[in-house]
């Protein structure tokens, strides 16, 4: 039988967590919950950076980046994911998907960008710390956030110029909860060995060369600590990449088991990438909050002149 062959659709269908139908009800609290607190610690954090003058650091200005993606993954999957998860209806317009497809490729492979920025960061204040003002300066910053999302650009332009000018089949029925370049290749009639080609290749240096950085700039890291005479000093010097190194795990651990282990289940693969877009977005915010001093302590001053303000006031 001749498979048909069709343009771009006008609609999609997005099976999400179909086959699991008493997990639907549980997953859209989950959802929702994630979704709130998302906003409101990620948001936090960029306010409390602008706020608070202790806070604009070159670490506080890439980690006010960070946030800016989390929130623009978030906000781009979730709505799309609570609706399909509350009704019936599992549809989603192509110029939504297309939008999915072009924030989640630009968004992760900024992040990817701004953690290797954010470790060499980390790398500059404990085994330069007698020059760091001179190297991290702000427009050098500026300079190096900016590469993080040009970088993002050229691989969500790259892989959704390569992904729409595939020729697709007759069903538009995508196996996930979002739509993502490898499910769309899945659904092509035409010969897929380019596409399938370039996302492997630009896997390399925007996904694999930021985790080498950032394992090298640790590297250094952890000589320089090991070096330091007193153990009060190697744990104030450890301290400070702790909430990176928690972030960096969780962030390049999902990415590693989904695109290198291809033969992974379909609901394995949904439920890693259920983890990467909205718990991980969660997450960031929640370990530099309860784990920075810094954060903690802008957040009492804040919350100790709203209190003053209330009594001058009631006064």
Not at 108 to 113: G, L, N, Q, R, Y
Not at 115 to 143: E, G, K, S
Not at 185 to 211: H, Q, R, V, W, Y
Request: aromatic content about 10%; overall charge neutral.
């Amino acid at each position: 039988m001749e498979r048909e062959n069709v343009s771009f659709p006008n609609t999609f269908v997005l099976l999400g967590f179909s086959e699991f139908p008493w997990l639907e009800t549980p997953l859209s609290a989950v959802v929702l919950v994630s979704y709130l607190l998302t906003l409101v610690g990620n948001s936090s954090i960029i306010l409390l950076s602008l706020v608070d003058p202790r806070l604009q650091t070159p670490m506080y200005f890439f980690l006010d980046n960070l946030s800016l993606l989390d929130l623009s993954l978030t906000c781009t999957i979730a709505p799309q994911l609570l609706a399909n998860l509350w009704g019936p209806d599992k549809t989603i317009a192509a110029w939504g998907c297309i939008t999915q497809v072009c924030i989640f490729s630009c968004t992760s492979c900024t992040e990817c960008a701004m953690l290797a920025m954010m470790a060499i960061d980390r790398y500059v204040a404990i085994c330069r710390p007698l020059r760091y003002t001179l190297i991290m300066r702000p427009w050098v910053c500026v300079q190096m956030a900016a590469a993080c999302w040009s970088s993002g650009l050229v691989n969500a332009l790259l892989q959704a110029t390569l992904t729409l000018q595939l020729p697709l089949c007759g069903h538009h029925t995508l196996d996930h909860f979002f739509c993502e370049v490898p499910v769309l290749i899945k659904l092509a009639c035409g010969d897929t060995t380019a596409n399938e080609l370039a996302l492997t290749l630009l896997s390399i240096p925007f996904g694999m060369a930021p985790l080498l950085l950032v394992l090298i700039s640790y590297a250094f890291i952890a000589r320089a600590v090991l070096k330091l005479p007193s153990a009060e000093g190697r744990h104030k010097a450890l301290s400070t990449c702790s909430s990176h190194l928690l972030v960096v795990t969780l962030y390049f651990g999902p990415g590693m088991y989904l695109y290198l282990q291809p033969s992974a289940k379909s609901s394995q693969a949904k439920l890693m990438s259920f983890f990467y877009c909205v718990i991980t977005p969660l997450l960031n915010p929640l370990i530099y909050t309860l784990r920075n001093k810094d954060v903690k302590t802008a957040w009492t001053r804040i919350l100790q002149s709203q209190g003053e303000l209330q009594s001058l006031k009631a006064r």
